[in-house]
């Protein structure tokens, strides 16, 4: 081939509209591009995998399972993104050639030039989502590919219907401007000139795919007019805006059907509409105000921020149970101040009291013949889904294998994030038992409904709710509240617990103080000052201050006994569930609860004071040293961790540019936990000095098989993950655990 000929074929390479439209978006509007790029990056676990974004579309749920009906909903999600990319860019680009509105079908042609990333997406979706499904999944070949088959019927079936629409309004150009007129070829040329009818940036492109999927040349279409050809483009500018509109409708009732179960879509499908959206109002954004675009954005961020400041929209979340309707009055002053008059040493005593009738009440249920019971105090750290499935995992097998003496003889449960998920489901679990609800507590299936997914209602609510429609109401408990990705999670551990956490903190008042099941705190982090809140159904002002300072007249309060601050708030009446959530709140996925104090006080993760739940239990080990040394035998300090306490790490390196200046500002969120074990390791000295030789320090930790293919810390699960975290109790350290405690309690 001569030189002329390679010349040739790289020109009409590089005129075919498919590849000017690909030149195009990257060389305007590069921010459209952003959506893609977050789509990839997410899909590949480059992006919010510690979140477990990733599986949000490699495993899909709709109904609790991964099926053709959830991939088909995701593939019909995937298919409203792509049209949204092409209405968008259409209605940006359209003016850059305007020879296609010629032609009969002028919006289904550009889909067809413009399909180029999206074609490419799918290949790679399809190669990422098969391996994912076969390796992570353990699903077989024929299921795979039937998902794959929905996934490509639901795209398929929104493309249908998307231009079935456009089908309607894109009629040749006679029918639709001026048939009724006359003949546009007779007024083609007395239309007077106008130099504004031409663009400057007008893409050259001399072949393009038509509607029949043929090679075509653009010079075949009819030379018509600039300024006849803009108003064919115009109407089909209304008609793609229309659709966005339907994208926001959609997305308002989904969230305003929230509650019912056919109409919670995959949360991958949710947030692709959600992009879409986003995308649309990027590109209104762009086609409307076009040189004042910067100034705009600027004008919207303005009035967001106004909105937020004056509490119109208000992106915290409320603790369901709670009275928010108080006036300001009764609302508890949040300062140092009230809280050293309201935690003072008269109340300390009082609810030490308290709890030593309740230690007494649980050694009363023991044998009386004089011999002194084992007392176990549980901590249970963070780690999502994770650490709740091996928290239960654990405390079933331990439980078991002491044929129930593990629960009879703890006295306290405390922990962080995920693992009080774990150990809450298991304290009901028992408590039904005891109440003859629950057949047999040491069912696999309550094992199976810990490691149920809770990110997919987590991400549909903020898609469909949070960001959309933020002012939708429930009431709970007489009290009229705000629906959120908050309540959603709340929700769907109920439904995955089979309603038995569905209850108030006070409704286990009497049982923990009579012994009858073990007293649980649920902790979280107040952001306003770093202080630790504790919610329990006992007064546990005890805790909220070291015991050196009872004779200080400026104690040192580091911690704050939920029920006492809140006493004009109906504190019991509480949801069990939303103190669980406080207790989760991991950043940006769930929001910030806000509770009706003056200022509002802000909470968050517990891991954030305390991820193993080690400092409460020190304090309250220690408070109680001289009841417990006397009255108890063996003290059993049982802590199940997601992580193991004594992990090598390899000290990081460098390798980029990018790491090198990364390093230092995520040191602290990647470290927190080594930061902590290492503290605790100091503290369990202290407490080996208080109790010598009756102290017992016990651990069960989740090994994974390999350790760079660990379970992620997210609120979802694979069959991997599930079967890994399982098989991890017969790691040598935790079988020498099981051993030692079985022994120490019998």
Known sequence: MTREAIRHRASNIYHFLPVQLVILHFRRYQLLLVFWLILVLTITGHFAANFGADTLFLAPEYLGEISFMSMLLLGGGVGLFIMAWHITTFIIHAHRIPYMGAAKQTFLIY???????????????????????????????????????????????????????????????????????????????????????YEIDIIRADTYISEGLRYSHCHELEPYHPRLLNTILRKHHRNAITATIFSFLLLLLLGIFMEQPLLRIPAGSSFLILFGLMMGIVGAVKHFLRSWEVLGWVLIGIICS?????????????AYGMDYQTTNAAEPEYNYQSLRTLFNAERYEADKRSEKQHLENWKGK??????????????????GSRSA????????????????????????????????????????????????????????????????????????????????????????????????????????????????????????????????????????????????????????????????????????????DYATLFARQNPYNLRLTSALRMNATFPFILPVVKLPSQPRMNVMDAGMRDNFGTELTARYLYVFREWITKNAGDIIFLEIRDTRENASRQPSEPTSLAKMMGDPVFVIQQKWQTFQSYNHGHIKDLLRETFGEQIHFISME???????????????????????????????HNRASADSLTKLLR
């Not at 023991?366 to 780690?383: K, N, Q």
């Open 366 to 383: 023991f044998d009386s013949t004089g011999a002194r019971p084992p007392l176990v105090v549980l901590m249970v750290s963070g780690g």
């Open 702 to 732: 989740y090994h994974p098989e390999l350790d760079d293919e660990g379970a992620a810390l997210n609120f979802h699960l694979t069959n991997k993950e599930r079967k890994d975290i399982r098989q991890s109790i017969n790691k040598p």
């Open 389 to 560: 499935y091996w928290t239960f995992h654990s405390l079933q097998t331990l439980d078991s294998a002491t044929q129930g003496r593990l629960f009879r003889h703890t006295v306290l449960i405390t922990g962080a994030s995920g693992g009080m998920l774990g150990a809450a489901y298991w304290r009901s679990v028992h408590d039904a038992w005891q109440d003859s609800i629950v057949k047999n507590p040491y069912d696999p299936a309550y094992l199976e409904n810990t490691g149920k997914d809770l990110l997919n209602a987590i991400i549909f609510s903020f898609a469909s709710v949070d960001m959309i429609s933020p002012f939708n109401k429930i009431s709970i408990a007489g009290y009229s509240y705000t629906k959120d990705r908050g309540y959603a999670m709340e929700q769907e551990l109920i439904r995955n617990t089979e309603g038995l956490l569905d209850k108030k903190i006070g409704d286990f008042k009497t049982r923990e103080f009579s012994g009858a099941v073990p007293q649980l705190i649920v902790n979280g982090t107040i952001i306003n000052d770093g202080r630790k809140l504790m919610m329990g159904a006992q007064p546990i002002s005890y805790l909220t201050r070291p015991a050196y300072s009872l004779g200080d007249s400026a104690p040192p309060i580091d911690a704050v």
């Open 306 to 318: 106004w909105l937020v400041s004056n509490r119109i929209i208000d992106l915290r979340s409320i």
């Open 111 to 197: 889909c067809i030039n413009n399909s180029v990333i999206p074609f490419l997406f799918l290949v790679f979706y399809s190669v990422v989502s098969i391996h994912f499904q076969v390796y992570k999944e353990h699903s077989r070949i024929g299921q795979v590919l039937l998902l794959q088959l929905g996934f490509y019927l639901g795209f398929a079936l929104i493309l249908l219907f998307s231009f079935a629409y456009f089908f309607r309004v894109g009629r040749d150009l006679l029918k639709v401007v001026l048939s009724r007129i006359t003949d546009p070829s007779r007024i083609r040329h007395i239309i007077p000139y106008d130099a504004l009818d």
